[in-house]
């Protein structure tokens, strides 16, 4: 979309990348389901070949969200989890990468499993203290990976400080913001070479689809990401990438009831007898809520709470009506995770604990229901 208007997160949400059709006029962007196109002659085609490698919904979708992060690219993939391993390939062997040491269960599994097989190192630390990360650099460290907020424990980094350090270092500074969204956060503007989300998440937003994206400000990055989605191919289908487009149109609205919900609610709980403990920027409680206003525009659907024991965590989810047990989140109906058991079974009982990732540790993703219906059904659930 070309404007000369300063056009803001809303209205660039709805309208780049998706100018009317120009053939017919269609106002939203068709979905392009094939995988191959006619060529009009031996060595001449129409910029289309392949819809691995090319595909206009697909590419109507990365120039969308792009512009949502304030990137100069997008490439988008099949699952939040190859967007992460597509931005692994980045490293060779020997490289080194210092990690948050409380991120998704998921993400650990890929680092520890898989990419140390292949000669990558790493080292996670608590990212709260940039102290921390400034220690943990070393001579072949190429990459510093955040998730803020953290999942589960929603812990966030001092994105600007921590760019700092990685950029001093001659490193990589990558920031899942897939809790955040680029509604409420914006990496790249606070020093983010890359930034990535699991698009299952907020961005698709109703549970329907499965797929990631990564973002990046950097020309180089850029075509070595492109190269690298051609290349090992985990891109996503055409469908995905029209109903991220839908969804994203009222990212903005979705948002907003999403953040009113969960602040919402942890104001209501958050001196409940039952809970020992809540995790939410959003409260003045919250150790980093200062930061939280000074990096992010809105706080987010996911608050996480320690009820104490298994046994009460499972009487509570048993208690509620209108949260489902499920996992995800960010979708809009209200989830409820039992981290320990479903998202970070994957890493280390001992870990887990020094983070507080405790058998009695509960997340929920705050959906765009009514506000009070959902305060009541946990306030209700907490009686027991």
């Known amino acids: 979309m070309k404007s000369k208007l300063n056009i803001h997160f809303a209205t660039k949400a709805i309208h780049v990348g998706q100018e009317p059709e120009q053939i017919t006029g269609a106002v939203t962007v068709p979905l392009f389901q094939t995988s191959t196109y006619a060529q009009i002659e031996i060595g001449k085609h129409t910029g289309f070949e392949y819809a691995r490698t090319q595909n206009p919904t697909r590419f109507a979708w990365e120039e969308n969200i792009a512009a949502l992060e304030n990137g100069i690219a997008a490439y988008a993939f099949g699952s939040g989890l190859a967007a992460e391993d597509a931005v692994m390939k980045l490293l060779s062997a020997g490289d080194h990468v210092v990690c948050a040491e409380d991120m998704y269960g998921g993400t650990y599994r890929l680092f520890e499993k898989i990419y140390r097989r292949f000669g990558l190192t790493f080292s996670y ?129 979705r948002m907003q009831q999403h953040e009113r919900n969960a602040l919402s609610i942890a104001n209501s709980i958050e001196n409940h007898k039952n809970v020992l403990a809540i995790h939410y920027p959003g409260l003045s409680s919250h150790s980093q809520h200062e930061l939280a206003k000074r990096q992010m525009s809105g706080f987010g659907g996911i608050i996480s709470i320690e009820l104490g024991s298994y046994q009460n965590a499972q009487q509570f989810v048993k208690n509620l009506e209108i949260f489902t047990l499920a996992e995800s989140l960010g979708g809009v109906e209200s989830l409820i995770c039992h981290p320990v058991s479903m998202t970070h079974g994957s890493i280390p009982k001992e870990q887990r604990e020094k983070l507080g990732i405790t058998d009695g540790l509960v997340r929920l993703s705050c959906g765009i229901e009514d506000t009070e219906d959902l305060i009541n059904d946990v306030l209700n659930a907490l009686d027991y």
């Open 125 to 253: 630390v608590d990212m709260t203290n940039s102290g921390e990360v400034q220690k943990a650099m070393q001579s072949n460290t190429k990459m510093v990976y955040s998730e803020s907020p953290t999942n589960p424990m929603m812990r966030l980094t001092d994105l600007t400080a921590v760019a700092d350090i990685a950029h001093n270092h001659h490193a990589l500074f990558v920031v899942d913001n897939t809790f955040a969204t680029p509604y409420f956060q914006q990496p790249i503007t606070l020093g983010a070479d890359i930034v990535l989300h699991s698009a299952t998440k907020y961005l698709g937003g109703h549970s329907d689809l499965i797929s990631g994206i990564v973002i990046t400000n950097n020309e180089d990055i850029s075509a070595q990401l492109k190269f690298i989605q051609n290349a090992t191919g985990a891109v996503p289908g055409a469908f995905d990438c029209w109903l991220l487009l839908r969804s994203v149109k009222t990212l903005a609205l």
